[in-house]
């Protein structure tokens, strides 16, 4: 709100300083009067000044709806991309915990060598001994 406040401050300075030198260097006449072709060029022109100063407000506002936008999706990103590292560790953690009793305990659960096992069922089924 104060950058608003701030804004419409500047306006009215940079109006008051166009009036006192246009004063200035034209002088004040009392009775003057405003012909047509003049009123309408004061009018199209301040229509736009106004229309400017609304592209530039809305221009800084677009810059910094962006800037939010985007940091809020990277923090997201960051927190998305955190909780699934966790669930990941926890779950890969359960298993390494879940093998070590076993070969504490004598049961290997490492690949055993089946070539002899395969070589003694074939004996086995041949009648070779």
């Known amino acids: 709100m104060r950058k608003l406040t701030l804004l419409f401050f500047l ?3 940079a109006l008051f300083a166009m009036n006192a030198y246009f004063i200035g260097t ?3 006449v009392a009775g003057g009067s405003f012909d ?3 009123l309408v060029t004061i009018a199209l022109t301040s229509v ?3 229309v400017t100063a609304l592209g530039i407000f809305i221009a800084v506002l677009a810059i910094w709806g962006y800037n939010s936008l985007k940091q809020g999706a990277i923090d997201e990103a960051v927190k998305r991309a955190v909780d699934a590292a966790e669930a990941q560790a926890a779950r890969t953690s ?3 915990m879940a093998v070590i009793p076993s070969k504490a305990a004598g049961n290997e659960t490492e690949p055993q060598d089946y070539g002899s096992a395969a070589g003694a069922g074939r004996e086995a089924v041949d ?3």
Do not use: I, K, P, Q
Request: hydrophobic share 30%.
């Open 11 to 13: 306006m009215n300075v």
């Open 26 to 28: 034209r002088g004040y």
């Open 36 to 38: 047509s072709t003049s």
């Open 48 to 50: 736009a000044v106004l």
């Open 94 to 96: 359960e298993r390494r």
């Open 127 to 129: 009648g070779s001994d």
